[in-house]
Structure formats: C-alpha cells, structure tokens
C-alpha cells in the first residue's frame, strides 16, 4: 500500500525537504482486513526543533507546548540532545548490574512504561535522522537540540540574559525566534511568554490544521 493513499498523512513540512521517517511500528498504521503486509512501510512524522542556549527557556517552553499540541489530538513525542554524559538508571539495580556486566541493551517493561537502554561502548552516536527513525510513529516530534543539523525547522529560543548574541544569523534552518525582548531581525519574533501564540506558528508552519 502506498503511504500517498493514506488519508491520515500529514503533509511534510515546506522549509526544507520532506522528511520520512521509517519505523516497522509503521506497518499497523497502514494495515486493512484486505491487504497482507509484509516489511517496512513508510510514515510521516512532522518534525520540529528548538535551538538555544543553555538557561534561554528551551525545556520550560516546550513543556508549555506540548499539552497544547496534545489537546488538539495529536501524539507528540520528544527527542533531547546533550553534550553531557546521563544515565536514567540507578547503580545497584538489576537492570544496571546486567549493563555493567557488558550487555549492549536493556529493556525494562511494566504495565505502565517500557524503557530500552543501549550502550554505544565507543560507536558513533546516531544521527538525528537515526534518532527519529527510532520513535513510534507519531504527528509530531519536538527536538530540544542539534542545533547545527540541516534536518529540520527550528525556533531559536533567546534572553539578552544570557549574555550572549542570539545564534539564527549562523543557522538558516531556523525560522523564527522566541524571545523576551525586541530583536533586530528579518525573523518573525514571538513572545516567548506567550506559548500559545508560539504553539499557533509552529502548526501553521508545518502546515498542520
């Protein structure tokens, strides 16, 4: 079945090429009592970034955004970037004991959530495309993060707090800017307190009724 005849699919983004993500979750949403399916079948997933500097607000807004895409119906998912070394687990728990003792992935299950941990033990991290490729299909991936990556539409998230100059002059994927204050750009600035003006633009950018 061609993903074309699907009625459910969201058109891809306009600022930069579209963007497929494949995933054998996929299969299901594409499946009928008529057809066989067989492999990987393609699904399209909106993608959206925020890109800013540490303490600008990035995290606080997308918390504000995400119920508000969430009461419009669509399934977001979330993909964070850090330069920092994390760990989700506790040491001295089982599922930490079998990564230490050299297992390359963990899968924890509940009735509540599943987590899957893999351990990259010297290989390349992937790449973003990589990343997304990994979700369950979804309507829409936010990403806090890579902020130098071509892949996708971003909002710059700044505060002249910081310190800093704002950084969309040296990122053409970024669109726009969310701010607290007055900027000298050609972008469209928004009022980064005002989340619901911000979550307005991003559907509209990604051209999602």
């Given at each position: 079945?061609?993903?074309?005849?699907?009625?459910?699919?969201?058109?891809?983004?306009?600022?930069?090429?579209?963007?497929?993500?494949?995933?054998?979750?996929?299969?299901?949403?594409?499946?009928?009592?008529?057809?066989?399916?067989?492999?990987?079948?393609?699904?399209?997933?909106?993608?959206?970034?925020?890109?800013?500097?540490?303490?600008?607000?990035?995290?606080?807004?997308i918390?504000?955004?995400?119920?508000?895409?969430?009461?419009?119906?669509?399934?977001?998912?979330?993909?964070?970037?850090?330069?920092?070394?994390?760990?989700?687990?506790?040491?001295?728990?089982d599922?930490?004991?079998?990564?230490?003792?050299?297992?390359?992935?963990?899968?924890?299950?509940?009735?509540?959530?599943?987590?899957?941990?893999?351990?990259?033990?010297?290989a390349?991290?992937?790449?973003?495309?990589?990343?997304?490729?990994?979700?369950?299909?979804?309507d829409?991936?936010?990403?806090?993060?890579f902020?130098?990556?071509?892949?996708?539409?971003?909002?710059e998230?700044?505060?002249?707090?910081?310190?800093?100059?704002?950084?969309?002059?040296?990122?053409?994927?970024?669109?726009?800017?969310?701010?607290?204050?007055?900027?000298?750009?050609?972008?469209?600035?928004?009022?980064?307190?005002?989340?619901?003006?911000?979550?307005?633009?991003?559907?509209?950018?990604?051209?999602?009724?």
């Amino acid at each position: 079945k061609n993903p074309e005849d699907c009625p459910n699919r969201l058109p891809p983004f306009k600022s930069t090429p579209p963007f497929i993500a494949r995933n054998p979750a996929s299969v299901m949403a594409f499946s009928d009592s008529h057809t066989h399916l067989t492999g990987h079948y393609w699904f399209f997933m909106k993608v959206f970034g925020f890109a800013g500097y540490s303490g600008s607000g990035k995290t606080t807004l997308i918390e504000q955004l995400i119920p508000r895409f969430a009461a419009k119906g669509l399934k977001v998912s979330l993909i964070k970037h850090t330069h920092h070394g994390f760990d989700i687990d506790r040491p001295g728990k089982d599922s930490y004991r079998h990564r230490e003792a050299g297992c390359s992935e963990v899968l924890i299950a509940s009735n509540q959530r599943w987590v899957l941990m893999h351990e990259l033990r010297g290989a390349a991290e992937p790449s973003l495309r990589e990343q997304i490729e990994l979700l369950s299909p979804c309507d829409l991936v936010l990403v806090e993060g890579f902020k130098s990556s071509d892949l996708i539409p971003k909002l710059e998230v700044y505060r002249p707090a910081t310190g800093k100059a704002p950084i969309h002059p040296e990122y053409p994927n970024i669109v726009a800017v969310a701010s607290d204050a007055k900027l000298d750009t050609t972008l469209p600035v928004l009022d980064l307190n005002d989340p619901g003006a911000i979550a307005r633009f991003i559907l509209d950018h990604l051209e999602i009724p």
